[in-house]
């Protein structure tokens, strides 16, 4: 493990204009570095560096990240590989050496035990008659069982004592193959069809597993190991890239069986998520490859629940030159059934009927709700904000928020500027009494959130105001700020005060918001807010919840004394009446002063 400490430390001393440079032809405009886009074809520049945030972003196809990111999706290093890059340029020494040949021993390790289980998986599929004929059942061909290293794991409690000569060794638990519960060992997999997952490179880093008949779980996969992330991992990618090339697209199913039965009816681009749902890095994994992402999906309750999840992983990191598509299949149907009841045509003609990345925004809106309801209509318009808020400030979220305005009939200026994306004309901070006095609590919140992240700094200045607005509450947003004021913060003194964007970035990978941290990121490289108005809109925004929880706290402190009256609650009521006055009189003496 590469201390974070040595990792921001790193960032603040590389430059990474000088590191996209030897790659990338940049140019100077305003305080960023322009250029052509090395990740999509483009013709004038809409690829950004950021000398001062230590970030890059395409407003075009959507990449961006820091110079370690930017290694990575360039050159193809691995996390590790790109900082060691980096440190050899600016001649540090990466403090990780003996951890790093512990976990890559432990690596190598846990990949040959998966190799030795996979191939015993194989052997056992032509053992058995009953898995065969599950096979033969499900219209899959030899050929084809070979092709993606079908399997089977046979119905007894330890059939892995004969493929490992050791099978009370530990790599056996940490792959995920056994389960060792109160001094019991057991095969994870038992009486199952065995689907191996594959990394791009084709090792086998996990298994899905199917039961033969009626019995519950009907599927399960290998547990989280330090090999296998089911949300950065998709099935059949290994096998089907070069027909995701090819064909110019990639068909996002479901299911296993959705894969391999099209893949042998000559759709090979297919892939599908692993138990879980489409995430935004396996999105960008397959737009790194085509142009071109269709989500097909069934079309009962749970189809469209996976294709609204789609549309949400899908918005964030898609750009101009992508495309993204969604079919949802008629009810009752998949890929697998379909293919096998008409062939790769019965596939083909659904596809046909995939609606457009426009098109299904406003359908799934739409689901459940009347669009000749102006109730319907404005849940709709607060419900499309923080999806397109999500997105690059590039021509597709222009075009997408035309046409959210003509379907919910709304002039495209008045969904900006309830969407807060019409930029002010005043490019410098104005009077407290000129701004938005009304502003929902979530959207002042979104703002601090923002500018956190653009001004790691800015963390520790404000940090009492952060500890009093949102290390108190549990809905998402102030989990986000808490979340980004200790990262920004650190345990280390100085800390804060070096912190680049990029490198806070680095510092939140792996957070659970980490795509609407990178969303927002996208946002203000286009808005570029200095650090005098970013300090401004925090000191404002702080301001307005601290009114708002005064208010409440005073509304609170009433009620409890209408409810039950005594000298107690209206001493209560009263210092809660005191304390919002005085906050309320100093927003009027703010409003006084004239502009700066």
Same mark, same amino acid.
């Given at each position: 493990m590469i201390p974070q400490s040595f990792i921001q430390d790193l960032l603040a001393r590389v430059d990474i204009v000088e590191v996209i440079g030897r790659f990338v032809q940049l140019k100077k405009g305003g305080q960023n570095f322009l250029g052509l886009c090395p990740f999509h074809s483009e013709k004038s520049p809409s690829f950004t560096v950021s000398p001062g945030k230590q970030f890059f972003h395409c407003f075009g196809c959507g990449a961006h990240g820091s110079a370690i990111g930017f290694l990575m999706e360039h050159r193809g290093y691995n996390y590790v590989e790109a900082i060691r890059e980096l440190a050899q340029q600016v001649g540090m020494q990466v403090p990780e050496s003996r951890d790093r040949d512990r976990d890559g021993g432990k690596a190598a390790a846990l990949s040959e035990v998966l190799k030795v289980a996979s191939d015993y998986y194989r052997g056992q599929l032509k053992e058995s008659p009953a898995a065969i004929e599950y096979l033969k059942g499900r219209g899959i061909t030899g050929a084809t069982a070979a092709q993606f290293g079908l399997g089977y794991a046979p119905d007894a409690w330890q059939p892995l004592r004969a493929?490992?000569?050791?099978?009370?060794?530990?790599?056996? &638990?940490?792959?995920?193959?056994?389960?060792?519960?109160?001094?019991?060992?057991?095969?994870?997999?038992?009486?199952?069809?065995?689907?191996?997952?594959?990394?791009?490179?084709?090792?086998?880093?996990?298994?899905?597993?199917?039961?033969?008949?009626?019995g519950e779980p009907k599927y399960l996969n290998s547990p989280e190991t330090p090999?296998?992330?089911?949300?950065?991992?998709?099935?059949?990618? #290994?096998?089907?890239?070069?027909?995701?090339?090819?064909?110019?697209?990639?068909?996002?199913?479901?299911?296993?069986?959705? &894969?391999?039965?099209?893949?042998?009816?000559?759709?090979g681009e297919a892939v599908a998520a692993l138990g879980t749902a489409i995430?935004?890095?396996?999105?960008?994994?397959?737009?790194?490859?085509?142009? #071109? &992402?269709?989500?097909?999906?069934?079309?009962?309750?749970?189809?469209?629940?996976?294709?609204?999840?789609?549309?949400?992983?899908?918005?964030?990191?898609?750009?101009?030159t992508k495309r993204a598509s969604f079919l949802l299949l008629p009810e009752g149907e998949d890929?697998?059934?379909?293919?096998?009841?008409?062939?790769?045509?019965?596939?083909?003609?659904?596809?046909?009927?995939?609606?457009?990345?426009?098109?299904? !925004?406003?359908?799934?809106?739409?689901?459940?709700?009347?669009?000749?309801?102006?109730?319907?209509?404005?849940?709709?318009?607060?419900? =499309?904000?923080?999806?397109?808020?999500?997105?690059?400030? +590039?021509?597709?979220?222009?075009?997408?928020?035309?046409?959210?305005?003509? =379907?919910?009939r709304t002039p495209l200026e008045d969904l900006e500027a309830l969407y807060g994306l019409r930029r002010p004309r005043a490019a410098r901070p104005v009077a407290f009494a000129r701004r938005t006095p009304h502003a929902e609590v979530g959207d002042l919140k979104r703002r601090v959130l923002q500018q956190l992240l653009t001004h790691p700094p800015l963390a520790r200045e404000f940090a009492r105001q952060i500890?009093?607005?949102?290390?108190?509450?549990?809905?998402?947003?102030?989990?986000?700020?808490?979340?980004?004021?200790?990262?920004?913060?650190?345990?280390?003194?100085?800390?804060? +005060?070096?912190?680049? #964007?990029?490198?806070?970035?680095?510092?939140?990978?792996?957070?659970?918001?980490?795509?609407?941290?990178? +969303?927002? =990121?996208?946002?203000?490289?286009?808005?570029?807010?200095?650090?005098?108005?970013?300090?401004? &809109? !925090?000191?404002?925004a702080f301001h307005k919840l601290r009114l708002r929880r005064l208010e409440a706290e005073r509304q609170e402190r009433l009620a409890d004394y209408e409810r039950e009256p005594s000298p107690q609650r209206l001493d209560a009521y009263q210092a809660a009446d005191r304390a919002y006055m005085a906050a309320r009189n100093q927003s009027s003496q703010d409003a006084a002063r004239p502009a700066p």
């Open positions: 493929a490992f000569e050791r099978y009370d060794d530990s790599a056996l &638990v940490e792959a995920g193959l056994v389960i060792a519960d109160e001094g019991k060992r057991y095969d994870r997999f038992r009486g199952r069809i065995m689907f191996p997952i594959r990394n791009p490179r084709g090792s086998v880093i996990g298994f899905g597993a199917r039961v033969l008949g009626s090999l296998f992330r089911k949300g950065q991992e998709l099935y059949g990618l #290994h096998e089907g890239r070069e027909s995701i090339r090819g064909a110019g697209r990639a068909i996002v199913c479901e299911g296993y069986l959705d &894969v391999i039965q099209l893949s042998q009816a000559g759709v995430s935004s890095t396996h999105v960008s994994s397959l737009l790194r490859l085509t142009d #071109h &992402v269709i989500f097909a999906f069934d079309g009962d309750a749970a189809g469209r629940k996976a294709a609204r999840r789609a549309l949400e992983a899908t918005l964030p990191v898609i750009g101009d890929p697998d059934s379909l293919v096998r009841r008409g062939g790769a045509a019965a596939f083909a003609s659904q596809l046909e009927q995939a609606l457009s990345l426009s098109r299904f !925004l406003i359908t799934a809106l739409a689901w459940g709700r009347s669009l000749g309801s102006p109730e319907d209509r404005a849940e709709m318009v607060a419900e =499309a904000k923080p999806l397109l808020l999500s997105m690059p400030a +590039a021509a597709l979220r222009l075009q997408l928020l035309r046409v959210l305005a003509d =379907a919910m500890t009093a607005e949102s290390l108190r509450d549990t809905e998402a947003i102030d989990l986000e700020i808490a979340e980004v004021w200790r990262a920004a913060t650190g345990p280390e003194p100085g800390t804060a +005060a070096v912190m680049s #964007h990029g490198a806070l970035l680095e510092a939140l990978q792996s957070s659970a918001f980490v795509d609407e941290y990178r +969303a927002l =990121a996208a946002q203000e490289m286009e808005l570029d807010t200095d650090v005098d108005t970013a300090r401004q &809109v !925090l000191e404002e």
